[in-house]
């Protein structure tokens, strides 16, 4: 028997194999593509020929594969040998896809954990490496040392789509941080301006942009819009009109920031005019929001 099984070894399931092994643990391992597997046995993890042995070799087993639907075609052949062993599933999905693998799991007698992996691969095994973590919670007890070599393990809940609802929501944040970053930048070189000599102007800017965070949050909790207003709706899509006129001008594109100015205009119009920018959590909630 090994300590635990990784089932994918892309550029993740690798650096989450070989941080195991690091921390002094036995793994088992299986890849579609065999020789992907040849580095971590070199280093002491020992080869699966199936999924289904890989899974009869420990009691944990981590999975992290491209998709959802490649899980479920992985480990298909294997499904038998999953009861009473902990599926650790930390490929990138929906809530809903996490929730439907937690009762897959549990009909074979899995105990079941979702993951949401905050980290690039190098990353993986140092403490800046965020894992999250719901479903099973006794799992998530009896085996957070091991999922500690991981990483930081924060443990969410039961509902397993929990981790995967924080994953989405952390990433979508980046992703919107870039939007606004590459236009900046895009706008600056316009005029030929380096995005390094911009890059210092850019973050302190950011810097105070976060301090603003704590007050939105705590108009979004209590619905409060409209008290001590200081940049309401209506003045920023006057000046959002500034912004797509200026980015065309300068020949950039405003396709990364004319969603944003959508929303203001449909905010504005639905008579928020007057609230703070925390309301357009309103204008995006396509089903009443879960007390
Ligand atoms: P890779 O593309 O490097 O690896 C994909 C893995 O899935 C490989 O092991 C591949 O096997 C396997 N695979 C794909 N299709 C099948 C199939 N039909 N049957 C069996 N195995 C299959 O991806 P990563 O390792 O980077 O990502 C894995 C998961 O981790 C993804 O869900 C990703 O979103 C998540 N993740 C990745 C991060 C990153 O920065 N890389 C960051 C955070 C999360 P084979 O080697 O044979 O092709």
């Known amino acids: 028997m090994s300590d635990v099984s990784v089932i994918g ?25 065999p020789a992907k597997a040849e580095a971590l046995v070199a280093k002491g993890a020992v080869a699966a020929a199936s999924v289904k042995d ?50 897959w799991a549990a009909t074979r007698g899995a105990d079941y954990l979702d993951g949401g992996i905050m980290a690039v691969p190098p990353m993986i095994g140092q403490a800046e490496a965020l894992i999250l973590y719901s479903g099973a919670h006794a799992a998530f007890e009896a085996h ?32 919107g941080l870039f ?23 850019l973050t302190n800017w950011l810097g105070a942009v976060m301090t ?18 200081v940049s309401n709706l209506e003045m920023q899509a006057a000046s959002f009109d500034n912004f797509i006129a200026a980015s065309e001008g300068q020949g950039v594109s405003s396709e990364l920031i004319a969603p944003m100015f959508q929303l203001l205009k449909k905010a504005v119009a639905a008579g928020y005019g ?14 009443p929001q879960v007390e």
């Open 212 to 229: 603003w965070l704590p007050d939105m949050a705590r108009r979004i909790d209590s619905g409060d819009y409209r008290s001590d207003v």
């Open 54 to 103: 890989a899974v009869e070799a420990s009691k944990l087993v981590v999975a992290c594969l491209l998709v959802y639907d490649t899980v479920y075609e992985a480990f298909e052949p294997a499904k038998d040998a999953l009861a009473g062993r902990t599926l650790v599933n930390l490929t990138n999905g929906t809530p809903a896809q996490a929730r439907e693998m937690a009762q």
């Open 9 to 33: 070894l892309g550029a993740m399931g690798s650096a989450l194999a070989a941080a195991l092994l690091k921390s002094g643990l036995s793994v088992t391992l299986w890849n579609r593509s």
């Open 274 to 287: 007057d609230a703070d920018q925390a309301s357009l959590v309103e204008m995006i909630r396509t089903r």
């Open 179 to 201: 939007s606004g970053v590459t236009h900046a930048f895009a706008l600056t070189g316009s005029e030929t301006v380096p995005a390094e000599k911009f890059l210092p102007m």
């Open 144 to 175: 957070g040392k091991t999922l500690g070599a991981l990483g930081a393990a924060k443990y969410l809940g039961d509902d397993a789509g929990l981790a995967p609802l924080h994953d989405i929501a952390l990433l979508t944040a980046m992703y």
